[in-house]
């Protein structure tokens, strides 16, 4: 089966094309762009004109690319940005009519079992693993965490309301930001994990792993790579020294400096700050030393779904 699946995120829009066979998968193809579907949605409830004009656009480059091919499904999920937006379900039917692709706005709990799917995928079964691990998606307008044992049904997900672009506008006013602002942000965080991830997990997890833009560009500007290469960021360990390391350096830079720090996409640096605190707070609520990053999450956990029939579920 030739499956394309197509994430329409708060801060970007992605597409995989893969191949899936007999529980296995290979990527074809992979892109990611910043669109900020969610910008302005936590102050106005509303997408924003320009944000869904940069979504039709990206559409219809990946439209190219998926009749190009030949994919045999087309799997499309909306997360926190279309959930949380008034005019989202108009503009999901939209996209529909105009480019084919139809989007189902799947729940925090949907989002967290493909996540999962994803990133644990082809780890040692559990039987054989039994160790429990968290998977952190930390997106634009939410942030999952998951747990469980690897390659398995996880025991516990919960889909807060915490990402890179609802904090960098709820927190983040100053370039670069205050003192002051860092450290309401930072206690946010604190506040959320403990609120909606019981003790019992946190004190149970003893392995880690983040997937999406946060984590990926935090393993990239940790080994400066000039250009990115996802190959030596799947599976990257960057531990809790650095990971506070290189939230200092982003905080303390204006955002035009930011957007010239090596391994950073230069469209990341207005989120990075609120992004990185998140992950430095999680990997500390957590009690963990290090998090290993990961380059497969919902799109490849939609796209094995796919496969075995589950993609509903």
Known sequence: ??????????????????????????????QTTITRLGQ???????LA????????????????????????????????AMRDASNGPAFRDELNERFGIDARTISGDEEARLTFLGATSGRTPAAERPSETVVIDIGGGSTEYVIGPPNSA?????????????????????????????????????????????????????????????????????????????????GYRVNLASAERIQAMLAALPLEQRRNVTGLHPDRAPTIVAGVTILVESIRAFGLDEIEVSEADILHGAAMAAGDGSAGA
């Open 1 to 30: 089966m030739r499956v394309a699946v197509v994430d329409l995120g708060t801060n970007t829009t992605r597409l995989l094309v893969a191949e899936v066979e007999d529980g296995s998968l290979r990527e074809l193809d992979k």
């Open 154 to 234: 996880p025991d516990f997900h919960v889909s807060t309301q915490m990402g890179s672009v609802r904090h960098s506008e709820r927190f983040l006013k100053s370039d670069p930001p205050e003192h002051d602002e860092l450290v309401a942000l930072a206690e946010d965080v604190w506040r959320v994990i403990e609120q909606h991830v019981p003790a019992k997990y946190r004190e149970e997890t003893v392995e880690g792993i983040a997937v999406a833009g946060t984590a990926t560009t935090l393993a990239a500007i940790d080994q400066e790579l000039d250009p990115y290469d996802p190959e030596k960021v799947h």
């Open 49 to 80: 004109d320009e944000a869904m004009d940069r979504v039709r656009d990206t559409l219809t480059r990946y439209r190219e690319i998926m009749d190009r091919e030949s994919v045999t499904e087309t799997i499309a999920v909306a997360t926190s």
């Open 40 to 46: 302005g949605v936590d102050a106005t409830g509303q």
